[in-house]
């Protein structure tokens, strides 16, 4: 089936420990994105890639980096810089042309110890 | 960047009445627009989405929304609410040049018996 896949689904972080949260698409998309959402907020654009080797920072990119050496591989180190990283981290992907739909995979939950 | 406003956080309705989510947008210019549910500890899925043509899109689940220009509105309706409808609605935007959706802060929606 053709999908997203996030992993793990619940990942727990030390004081001062980078962790990374795994996104892989089979769909053949070109872009693709990470959220944080928190509770009453909707969600947040972390970053973003358009094409392999290439990305852009999002609304709140700090703390938070990514790599794109595969089509079908995006993923998020959540650094020690950020310090307040509990949240639902959702991962997308989309062909780039303007009107598309983004699909989403099943989300990590990440939290502080 | 576009700006999208969800009124109301939470809404209540009963089973079998009318839900209504209401969403504003900020463009002058018509973009391209969205509305996603999320079930608890679950990624989006995409209701229904306007780009262009006629201004009432059907979606799934028995869901509608109308663009109205005039208003810059994007409501979602369904005429019978059932219980499986319980989860949060997010409405999303993208310029017709942009492939990036801009999300408001969502909308949770139960269902009373």
């Known amino acids: ?9 619940y990942l727990f972080r030390k004081e001062g420990q980078n962790v990374t949260l795994s996104c892989e698409q089979n769909l ?29 920072k999002g609304d709140i990119a700090e703390g938070y980096s990514v790599s794109r050496e595969k089509k079908e591989s995006f993923p998020l180190t ?9 949240a639902f981290y959702l991962c997308a992907s989309s062909v780039t042309s303007g009107g598309n739909i983004q699909y989403f995979g099943a989300g990590t939950r990440l939290s502080v110890l | 960047a576009q700006s999208v406003t969800q009124l109301g956080s939470h809404v209540s ?8 989510l209401r969403c504003n947008y ?24 306007y780009t262009t043509g006629a201004t009432l899109v059907k979606g799934i689940n028995g869901f ?9 509105s994007f409501h979602l309706t369904k ?16 310029d017709r040049n942009d492939y990036k959706l801009s999300f408001g802060a969502g909308t949770t929606v139960t269902v009373r018996a």
């Open chain 1, 28 to 56: 053949n998309h070109d872009a693709m994105y990470w959220y944080r959402q928190d509770p009453g907020q909707g969600l947040r654009l972390i970053y973003y890639s358009q094409i392999v080797n290439d990305f852009q």
């Open chain 2, 13 to 20: 309705v009963s089973e079998g009445a009318l839900v209504l």
């Open chain 1, 1 to 9: 089936d053709g999908g997203i896949t996030q992993s793990p689904k």
């Open chain 2, 79 to 94: 005429p019978s609410a059932h219980m499986s409808d319980a989860a949060e609605y997010f409405c999303a935007v993208s």
């Open chain 1, 78 to 86: 959540v650094t020690s810089a950020q310090k307040n990283p509990t």
């Open chain 2, 26 to 49: 900020s463009s002058s210019v018509p973009p391209y627009l969205f509305w996603y549910v999320q079930y608890p500890n679950q990624g989006l899925q995409l209701l229904l989405k």
């Open chain 2, 64 to 72: 509608e929304a109308e663009f109205k220009k005039s208003e810059t």
